[in-house]
Structures are given as C-alpha cells and as structure tokens.
C-alpha cells in the first residue's frame, strides 16, 4: 500500500529528520550533565557528615536521576525514530509515517517538560510534522496516526533505553 500514497515534499521530510538529528544531539548533551552533575553531588556526598545537608544532597540526587532517566528514554526514542525514517529513506516517508512519529513525539513531550529547551525544539517538531502533513489536506481528513507502531516504537526504544541504563553507574 506503501506505494499508492503520495510521497511528501522531500525537502522538508529531509529537514525534519535532520531536526531530529540535532534534537538528538541536544538530549545527548543534556543527557551528559545531568550525568556529570550526579557524580558530582555523589562525591560531595561521600565528604558530607551533616545530616540535613546529607539529606538536601540525596533529595537532588534523586531528582537528577529521575531527569536522567527521562533524557535516556528520550534519547532512545529519538534513535529509533531516526533509524525508522532513514531505513525507510526520506523518499519513501508517507503520510502515514510522519504520523506516527508525529504521535510517538507527542507522547515525548511529558518526559522533557523539565527543560524549556528540549521541550520548546519537541513542540516545533510535532508542528513541523502537522504542517507536513498539511500538505495533503486530501488525506489529512481519513490520515490516523498509526497507534500500533507508536507503541511498538516506544517499546523498541524502552529496551534501548534499559540496555543504556545498565551500561552506566544509574542502572540495575
């Protein structure tokens, strides 16, 4: 059915998938300073004896992990969402494709709304891929996102994202 479709403008397919690229990046770098900035308290923690600042430096220890934990998933999302489209080669993307990455960073959003940043790139990706989509108001009005492979692409990366945790000092 893939070929029935309309093939979408390929320069802005090709500038979306490079703008995941660079939000990709993006996470990778913010990614590495919530990393640096827990080993940093855990080693300031190891010199502390007082108990409350103790308990102030686990607090944000915890908050820090939990915002890692987010990035990593994110950052797993966003490869799978690359190798997807690049597998598929920008020539080939339909409608129905941008969808589906459209839904599946929809669904992202919840995990970087921490970081302005990330979050203000995500929603400008999620309204670039509307405004692709708008291209094709013809197929705009019986297109669907497909739920199924939002899922599945969100379970694929949810193993990326576990096998990343186990690979560094947070996981287990």
Known sequence: MRSREPKLNLRSVGKFIIDLKQLHKK?????????????????????????????????????????????????ALLEVLIIKLETIGFINV??????????????????VREIPDLSIVLEDLVDRANDILDTFPESRSMLLPDVEEAKKIISEAEVVAKEKLKETYLGS
């Open 94 to 111: 339909t409608s129905n494709d941008i969808a589906t990455v459209k839904e599946v960073l929809s669904k992202m959003m919840s995990d």
């Open 27 to 75: 996470v990778f770098f913010y990614r590495s300073r919530v990393q640096e900035n827990i080993s940093r308290l855990q080693n300031r923690l190891a010199q502390v004896n007082e108990p409350l600042l103790r308990n102030e430096i686990l607090r944000n220890i915890k908050v820090y992990e939990g915002l890692y934990n987010s990035l990593v998933k994110v950052e």
